[in-house]
């Protein structure tokens, strides 16, 4: 497109049809229904109800609006902001009214259906039941975006801005949906930006049919490629999810943390090295009130939560030495129950929860210990505590949400039924039989529950598939109703051990489980997640039963039941060793423009250049420091970029060692293996031995350095400009956002 000259027919027809396809997507953040609650709301002459509640005609009528309101010449700017709240009024409420009671009745009504929708986009993941607030927010939304675009190309002669802003915009509408039912906008989305960079590049007429036929290929193959027989091994998922960036590489573990990215996008970050005589579960704290949607913690200094052990339950001390490695966390993780700790008076504070917390985060390379009292209750001491409950622990710990679902309840009766419990312990372990054997549910990591709102639900129901975060929140709603009162556990199982009494917990650790308070005993500890079980040093008096002929045994991780109880030494026989002040930190913290009639392809080629030159400044930047992490992140990824798209996953797998890892990927490349494997052996000795020579390190890096040099030219420049193992890093990392905003709004509650 040149200077000074206006867009011709083309480029804005491409350029419509781009706005139109983003524009419309956001239809897919609504379910096709309407909200129960606010149904009879949608005034006749709306164009939601006009339109029969079709949140798709609703979008597109908006996308057209702002495409002319973003047209409209010197007086977009003016014309956008009306235009966008009035296209919201009529589509949510119908035509405005004439009077001014009308106006203040209509403004009292959305204000406060503004103050339900925020509460709905808070609580529920998309998509939503259509509702005048929700579409009244979301419209504007909508309309901002494609008039800008609109703008862009049109007067600021700059059409790679248009297609970034759409494409920026479809890419978050995509991942905030699941990629469900986005695939259709985002290919039209795509013919239309090519045909638009293509039509404003002034190479000529004669490019225009074959960018047609360009685009209608891509639509195509957007559309068809999900669905061909082979593409569960030819295409992966996104590699960026769009609403956790701004993360960085330590992972944040919070109590109100979500489980689920640790298990999903960040298994393999380590994040705790625990030695311990004893393999145990580490807690991390506790979470109390569910909401219908999430568990959240209402403990505060100075309420009583119940006690943790009562006085003559008989417990093992243990004691834990504990290294924070990649990880940033307030929280003391230890054995259940942490009675003493290594660090200073004043810096750690113990919570009724029987949980600590410090009052600065503990960051990469702290230390500390603590000494663990693990409860040691027998089995008729459980089975006889009783329902005497103090009323503190009644009213908290029995709450459910008003809507709790009607199948909570129905499970509740069919265990009841089912096994006749006699006791809540009893209803307890037949509560925890009936999830992990006799009920039909599976362990599945890659389940998706889209509305929260109803995930135990469809979990109890027909669904019957989770992790851990579904199973131990089924448990403990069913005993709440059953009037037992329960709570639900944050923190990790033993982890992967790498020497003697020695572990090192990952993602892939993070686990939720279910503790039940009984009168004259304590709090004590069930796991309902198939795969899983308690250490056996957990529950050595009153273990778990096997699956019985009434289910079918799923056997349990060997790793998380090594080891035996052959003594149980009194208190004085274990005291925490002294230890130097724990709260020294190991280390410092890591804490466009253009005037109308400039011509764009300065702008376009500029934009292109830096975008290739993106990725090997981010990689050298991230290899600035020379740490042994960097080393080893910077190998496996040349490794992965240098090799064709999809064929990096092969060395993706948490199950993976070091070793294993540049193993693979060297000899996919063809490359000499043994300077790999040297590193790897040298990366290894610096993880797991203190007195580990880095020289020897930065030696066996170069010599694997130099072997990845024997690649051709053309390949070690396309894993330079290749971001693959960018964007996989962030993804792994992304948790740590998520984490810190759920901890910031708990404590704003």
């Known amino acids: 497109m040149t200077a000074g000259r206006a867009p011709g027919l083309w480029v804005r027809l491409w350029l419509y049809a781009a706005g139109l396809a983003t ?3 956001f239809c897919v953040l609504f379910t096709g229904e309407v909200s129960p609650d606010y149904g009879a709301r949608f005034d006749p002459g709306s164009l939601a109800a006009l339109s029969g509640y079709s949140a798709f005609w609703v979008m597109l009528g908006a996308a057209a609006c702002a495409l002319l309101a973003g047209s409209a010449g010197r007086a977009r700017f003016l014309v956008a902001p009306p235009a966008a709240a009035l296209y919201a009024l009529v589509a949510a409420y119908g035509p405005p009214p004439l009077s001014p009671g009308g106006w203040e009745a209509l ?16 609580t529920q993941p998309v998509p939503y039941d259509l509702s005048p607030g929700v579409l009244f927010a979301v419209v504007p939304m909508a309309m901002v975006v494609v008039s800008f675009a609109a703008s862009a190309t049109l007067y600021e002669r700059s059409p790679v ?30 013919a239309g930006a090519l045909g638009l960079l293509l039509a404003s590049s002034g190479a000529g007429r004669g490019l ?12 195509a ?10 593409a569960e091994y030819t295409v ?3 590699a960026i999810d769009w609403t956790r960036i701004g993360a960085g ?3 944040r573990l919070g109590v109100q943390a979500d489980v689920g990215d640790y298990l999903t996008t960040g298994r393999e970050a380590e994040l705790l090295r625990i030695r311990s005589e004893e393999p145990l579960f580490w807690r991390g704290g506790t979470l109390d009130h569910f909401d219908g949607v999430r568990w959240s913690s209402t403990v505060r200094p100075g309420e009583d939560d119940g006690y943790e052990v009562a006085p003559g339950v008989q417990t093992r001390l243990v004691v834990q030495s504990v290294q924070v490695l990649n990880a940033r966390t307030e929280l003391v993780f230890g054995g259940y129950r942490v009675v003493k700790t290594s660090l200073p008076d004043g810096y750690v504070e113990q919570l009724p929860d029987g949980s600590w917390v410090a009052s600065e985060p503990f960051e990469e390379g702290d230390y500390y210990r603590v000494l663990s009292a693990v409860p040691q209750p027998t089995a008729a001491q459980l089975a006889t505590a009783g329902t005497d409950y103090p009323p503190y622990v009644r009213e908290k710990f029995l709450q459910l949400p008003e809507d709790t679902p009607g199948v909570v309840g129905e499970t509740a009766r069919r265990i009841q039924r089912r096994y006749g419990p006699s006791n809540p312990y009893e209803a307890a372990r037949a509560v925890e039989r009936y999830l992990l054997y006799d009920g039909g549910f599976v362990y599945n990591l890659d389940v998706s529950y889209r509305r929260a709102d109803r995930a135990i639900e469809e979990f109890l129901g027909d669904g019957r598939e989770g992790f851990c975060t579904q199973f131990a929140t089924s448990m403990a709603l069913i005993l709440r109703e059953m009037g037992i009162p329960t709570r639900v556990v944050y923190g990790a199982t033993t982890g992967e051990r790498v020497g003697e009494d020695e572990y090192v917990v990952t993602g892939s650790n993070m686990h939720t489980w279910v503790e039940v308070f009984f009168p004259g005993v304590g709090w004590y500890p069930f796991d309902p997640t198939p795969g899983f079980g308690l250490p056996q040093a957990m529950e050595a008096n009153a273990p778990r039963a096997p699956a019985g002929p009434a289910g079918s045994p799923i056997p349990e991780n060997p790793a998380l039941r090594p080891g035996n109880l052959s003594r ?5 026989e274990a005291p925490l060793p002294g230890e130097p002040a724990g709260g020294e930190r190991a280390g410092a913290a890591q804490k466009e423009a253009g005037g109308e009639g400039l011509p764009v392809w300065p702008l376009a080629v500029a934009g292109a250049l830096s975008l290739l030159a993106l990725p090997p400044l981010l990689k050298r930047a991230l290899l600035a420091r020379g740490r042994p992490a960097g080393l080893y992140r910077d190998l496996c990824g040349r490794l992965r970029d240098a090799l064709p798209p999809g064929r990096g996953a092969l060395a993706d797998s948490p199950a993976l060692t070091v070793e294993e890892r540049l193993g693979l990927l060297s000899g996919a490349l063809g490359l000499d293996e043994r300077p790999f494997l040297e590193f790897a052996r040298a990366y290894s000795e610096h993880l797991y031995a203190a007195g580990a020579s880095r020289r020897r390190l930065h030696g066996a890096y170069r010599r694997a350095l130099r072997e990845y040099g024997r690649l051709p030219g053309w390949r070690r420049a396309f894993a330079a400009l290749n971001p693959a193992s960018l964007l996989l890093r962030a993804r792994r990392g992304a948790g740590a956002g998520r984490a810190s905003l759920a901890k910031r709004v708990g404590r704003a509650r």
């Open 221 to 230: 193959l957007v559309l068809l490629l999900p669905r061909a027989p082979l």
């Open 161 to 190: 801005v248009s297609v970034a802003t759409l494409g920026l915009t479809i890419g978050v509408i995509s991942t905030v949906s699941f990629e469900d039912g986005v695939g259709p906008f985002f290919a039209a989305f795509l």
């Open 107 to 122: 403004l009292q009504e959305v204000r406060t259906d503004l103050y339900a929708a925020a509460g709905t986009m808070y």
């Open 568 to 572: 149980s030494p009194e208190p004085s």
């Open 23 to 25: 524009g419309s997507a």
């Open 236 to 238: 992966s998922s996104g």
């Open 208 to 219: 225009l049919p074959l960018g047609a036929a360009a685009g209608a290929a891509v639509a």
């Open 249 to 251: 590489d330590t992972s």
